[in-house]
């Protein structure tokens, strides 16, 4: 009997680890990859190469297109592991609606000067000087069945382990 299919959903500010994790616990899960950035708007990403943090309202239409592709994923019984800041609680249930019962949530969770050394130290459209918006916006989730809460820090193999170790999981 083949498991259903599943949603992991690795949420944090930039530079918390996000992407580095979704793809290498997508890979040992044999899973599909979404990347959340991919999924931006070139107006956005347009406004944040200029150093101005996205509004809510700059986020509903990017949430929406990761929720569809989730959802097609889904519809095809492809589990997937997203990358996705998904900072507010409100942003998460955009990004889950539908599908919330197979949905689960990785926060990985960095300091505010880490996450901008690792900014910063990265060629992407967001600049470092954007990481304490992220942070101002962060609505952290509390740690529940649905939600695991993890240093950042960790080495991705632990991370990775620890997710993979989670109840439901392969």
């Not at 599908?99 to 996450?115: K, T």
Request: aromatic share 6%; glycine share 8%; with cysteine.
């Amino acid at each position: 009997m083949t498991a259903p299919a599943r949603v992991v959903v690795v949420m944090g500010v930039a530079g918390a680890g996000k992407s580095t994790l979704g793809a290498a616990l997508s890979a040992s899960l044999g899973w599909v990859f979404i990347e959340g950035d991919d999924f931006h708007s070139e107006a956005n990403r347009a406004k944040m190469r200029a150093g101005m943090p996205l509004t809510d309202e700059d986020r509903w239409g990017w949430l929406d297109a990761l929720n569809g592709a989730c959802a097609a994923a889904l519809s095809d019984g492809r589990s997937i592991v997203v990358a996705c800041s998904a900072l507010r609680a409100a942003y998460r249930r955009r990004l889950v609606r539908g599908f919330e019962d197979c949905a689960r949530l990785v926060h990985l969770v960095v300091g505010e000067q880490e996450a901008a050394r690792r900014v910063a130290g990265r060629s992407h459209f967001m600049p470092a000087s954007l990481v304490p918006s992220q942070f101002a916006a962060l609505e952290s989730p509390s740690a529940d069945e649905r939600t695991l809460i993890v240093e950042g820090t960790l080495p991705v193999r632990e991370v990775e382990a620890l997710v993979r170790a989670w109840p439901g999981l392969p």
